[in-house]
């Protein structure tokens, strides 16, 4: 992938697969939609997996689910893999290959996110097929915006004393705006207080550099439209 500015990446256009591949490896979660939520309500069997009884919240699962959703402007419905299938959305080939291809990103993630101290819980991956047909990642990957981190030197302890884990990205946001508000139904949702905003940058930027191992480098010097237009001129003129 080319990326003549740190706000621009080069692609191509793709047809967008109207399914969102989460992958799970662990039961967490606050929303109506999350996998403890549900689990805690009695839900054992999701359809392409079941879960045995005695499990507690945050707890590591046996292997990585898929827990595929639906794409809607208004609110994600969780749907199975036979579901996708029997509703005409993807083939039953395709659908499997969404699994399988979630399924070893997610371990590559897990393997990174260990290297650096981190646990990979959850994430979302989109999809989409190019002009040859051909299955292509058309959003970011292992970012805060789509994964749930965790500190992996505290998780063990904190586990067992029924706590929950050192989260290591934008969890605190959000329980914020579950405590202010209710996100799924509400049709104005109430401004994150500034001190909150400025401390997601803060945790955004250390999880840059810890997931990398690089510094955040940022160019105040000039405004970031004129910084890229400028970046992209020299890309062009090479």
Not at 83 to 105: D, M, P, Q, S, W
Request: aromatic letters at 10%; hydrophobic letters at 35%; one cysteine or more.
């Amino acid at each position: 992938m080319r990326s003549p500015d740190p706000n621009v990446v080069i692609v191509k256009k793709c047809k967008v697969i109207p399914i969102e591949c989460v992958v799970r490896g662990y039961i967490t979660g606050i929303t109506s939609t999350s996998l403890w939520t549900h689990y805690k309500e009695g839900k054992r069997d999701f359809g392409n997996f079941v879960l045995p009884n005695g499990l507690e919240k945050n707890q590591k699962l046996a292997e990585p689910v898929f827990t595929p959703t639906t794409k809607s402007d208004e609110h994600d419905r969780p749907i199975t893999p036979a579901e996708i299938v029997a509703e005409g959305i993807l083939t039953k080939e395709l659908t499997a290959k969404l699994e399988v291809t979630a399924k070893a990103l997610f371990k590559r993630g897990e393997e990174i996110a260990s290297a650096r101290g981190l646990i990979l819980v959850d994430t979302k991956y989109e999809f989409g097929l190019d002009e040859d047909g051909e299955l292509t990642l058309i959003d970011e990957i292992h970012t805060p915006d789509s994964s749930r981190y965790w500190k992996a030197d505290t998780y063990n302890a904190r586990f067992k004393e029924g706590k929950d884990p050192e989260y290591f990205d934008k969890e605190f946001l959000r329980l914020w705006f579950k405590d202010n508000c209710d996100p799924y139904n509400d049709k104005i949702l109430p401004k994150a207080p500034p001190e909150l905003v400025a401390e997601l940058s803060r945790r955004y930027i250390e999880i840059y550099e810890t997931i990398t191992g690089k510094s955040f480098v940022h160019d105040f010097s000039q405004p970031i439209v004129v910084r890229i237009t400028n970046n992209l001129l020299k890309k062009h003129d090479k």
